[in-house]
């Protein structure tokens, strides 16, 4: 199967906004906005909190109710959850294509608890042992602050979708599970991220996630170890098998054609065992494969599951039984790369250009709401606002960058060509 590549779309002829003053948002509101974001906690699945601090600055700032709406992504969802996304959809005041800005309001569990502070042009968390969670609250900012200048201040703007999205750091669950018919048929669409806002990303990887479940056989493992299957044995048998044949970590292979296939792979998870004095019959783990090549990545997928269930056939007790595993997978994405002649690629060189920056293209080795929002047939590019280090402890927000972000976005929800 070939790697996804969505058709260019172009925009139709819209009437020009040229004559349209470029407004500039008020950049001391966005900072305070993003720093009380970033303090609120929500990681994946318990985002209700933030998400209704969007929801009341948006109606402070004029929002009709009936514009407000929350799909049912997180009642589909594996992880379930508190709400679903929160879309937001505004009938156009001149004429041109609707256009979608989008963002995740999750952050990852070690940011919950954060207390950013600034320093000059820098914010981290006061917390040393926590996450700012600038991914992606900065994103979800600016979104905010683009809504809130064009509801406040009356600015004339295209057909216009916001989506905040939740779960997006758990395999991109409210992206994947969006009810899009409450959308408004997008034309072109801005996701907002990680990264520098002159980073513009076409593309990236798709990911497969697995839940093995190894089986063995308890026994004493003073009184009688022989009589059991360790299935702790069994699973470091298979992962090591697989560092050791190049399937775990960064995969580089050739195919017969001499063409060179890369993904990754990781065993990220592993669980089982009460006591030292115990063979151990139960172990989970769980494992990833990703690659921008559908077919290779299947590859990887099949390397995996052969290790776990050789290795399950080589431990054996004293009775000649050996252990069992089941697997369980899914696909958490599908890869995808646009073209730079696309029409949201061509807006967002423009809006960066216009903010002083110069465009660098990227494709993503991670997934990104993006992925689920071009499968869903809306060619999405994906900018970043200014976060470093993301997932760490040594989380930063270059609030330069941020504050570029917030005037990429209002450019981007008030233009149409």
Request: with cysteine; hydrophobic share 40%; proline share 6%.
């Amino acid at each position: 199967m070939p790697l996804k590549t969505a058709k260019p779309r172009r925009a139709p002829a819209p009437i020009s906004a040229s004559s349209l003053p470029h407004v500039e948002p008020d950049l001391d509101r966005a900072i305070a906005l993003v720093m009380e974001m970033m303090a609120i906690p929500g990681k994946s699945g318990e985002e209700a909190a933030i998400a209704e601090f969007v929801v009341a600055r948006l109606r402070e700032a004029g929002l009709p109710e009936d514009a407000i709406r929350f799909d049912a992504a997180h009642k589909r969802s594996p992880l379930r959850g508190g709400t679903g996304n929160l879309i937001v959809k505004l009938p156009g005041t001149i004429a041109g294509p609707r256009r979608l800005l989008s963002a995740h309001l999750d952050t990852v569990p070690i940011c919950v608890g954060c207390r950013p502070v600034r320093k000059g042009d820098l914010v981290s968390s006061a917390d040393p042992s926590t996450g700012l969670g600038g991914d992606n609250r900065a994103g979800a900012a600016v979104l905010l602050v683009a809504a809130i200048e064009i509801l406040s201040r009356s600015l004339p703007h295209p057909p216009l979708a916001f989506v905040w999205f939740v779960q997006e750091e758990v395999g991109l669950q409210g992206s994947h599970y969006l009810q899009t018919g409450l959308l408004g048929k997008p034309k072109l669409a801005f996701n907002f991220d990680g990264g520098s806002p002159e980073k513009l990303t076409l593309g990236a990887t798709g990911g497969y996630r697995m839940d093995i479940e190894i089986r063995g056989l308890a026994s004493h493992a003073g009184g009688a170890p022989e009589q059991g299957i360790s299935a702790i044995a069994i699973a470091s048998l298979a992962i090591a098998e697989l560092h050791r044949e190049g399937w775990h970590g960064l995969v580089q292979k050739t195919d017969t054609r001499g063409r060179a296939l890369q993904g990754t792979s990781n065993v990220g998870v592993i669980r089982g065992g009460d006591a030292t004095n115990v063979v151990t019959d139960r172990v989970l783990v769980r494992a990833e494969a990703r690659s921008h090549d559908p077919k290779f990545r299947g590859q990887i997928i099949k390397r995996i599951e052969t290790a776990f269930r050789d290795a399950a056939k080589t431990v054996k007790n004293v009775g000649g039984k050996c252990g069992s595993v089941e697997i369980k997978g899914r696909l958490d994405y599908e890869s995808f790369r646009l073209s730079a002649k696309e029409s949201c690629v061509v807006a967002a060189e423009q809006a960066v250009r216009e903010t002083g920056g110069e465009p660098i293209h990227a494709i993503s080795n991670g997934g990104l709401d993006a992925n689920w929002l071009t499968s869903h047939g809306i060619p999405t590019v994906t900018l970043g606002c200014g976060q470093k280090n993301i997932h760490t402890t040594a989380e930063q927000l270059d609030l330069k960058e941020f504050l570029r972000a917030c005037r990429i976005g209002l450019r981007l929800a008030t233009a149409t060509e």
